[in-house]
C-alpha cells in the first residue's frame, strides 16, 4: 500500500523560510516524477514545482521560480520544498503528489498524479 505524508508546515512571518517534507512508502520512489501543489481557500489547486525521478529536472511556475526549490533523496525516499521570501499570497495547504508511470515526469493536470499526500498548512502572516 502506497503512503505519502508530508510535513514540515508552519505559521511563519512574511520574508521568511519553510523547508517542506514528503516521505513516500510502498513504491519504487525513484521511478516517479513528484510535484508540489498548493491550494489556498476559495481557489483551485495549482503545481508549484516538480522534479524528475531522478532529480535532473525541475519546473517552477513564475510565481515561485527563484523564490522555491525543490529537491529529492531517493534513498531515503524523501521530497522536499524549500520555501524562502515567503509572502502572505504563498498562504495554503501543500500537497505532495506522484506522477502517474507513464505520464511523464511532470505531467500539467493534477488528474495525472496518482499518488497524494493529506497536506501540510503553510501560513504566512504579514
Known amino acids: 500500500q502506497v503512503k505519502v505524508v508530508e510535513s514540515g508546515g508552519g505559521l511563519v512571518q512574511a520574508g521568511g523560510s519553510l523547508r517542506l517534507s514528503c516521505t513516500a512508502s510502498?513504491?519504487?520512489?525513484?521511478?516517479?516524477?513528484m510535484a508540489w501543489f498548493r491550494q489556498a481557500p476559495g481557489k483551485e489547486r495549482g503545481k508549484v514545482s516538480c522534479?524528475?525521478?531522478?532529480?535532473?529536472?525541475?519546473w517552477y511556475p513564475d510565481s515561485v521560480k527563484g523564490r522555491f526549490t525543490i529537491s529529492r533523496d531517493n534513498a531515503e525516499n524523501t521530497l522536499y520544498l524549500q520555501m524562502n521570501s515567503l509572502a502572505v499570497e504563498d498562504t495554503a495547504i501543500y500537497y505532495c503528489?506522484?506522477?502517474?508511470?507513464?505520464?511523464?515526469?511532470?505531467?500539467?493536470?493534477?488528474?495525472?498524479?496518482?499518488?497524494w499526500g493529506q497536506g501540510t498548512q503553510v501560513t504566512v502572516s504579514s
Open positions: 510502498g513504491l519504487t520512489f525513484g521511478d516517479y516524477g
Open positions: 503528489a506522484a506522477a502517474r508511470l507513464g505520464s511523464g515526469w511532470c505531467p500539467v493536470w493534477s488528474r495525472e498524479y496518482t499518488y
Open positions: 522534479i524528475s525521478g531522478s532529480g535532473t529536472n525541475t
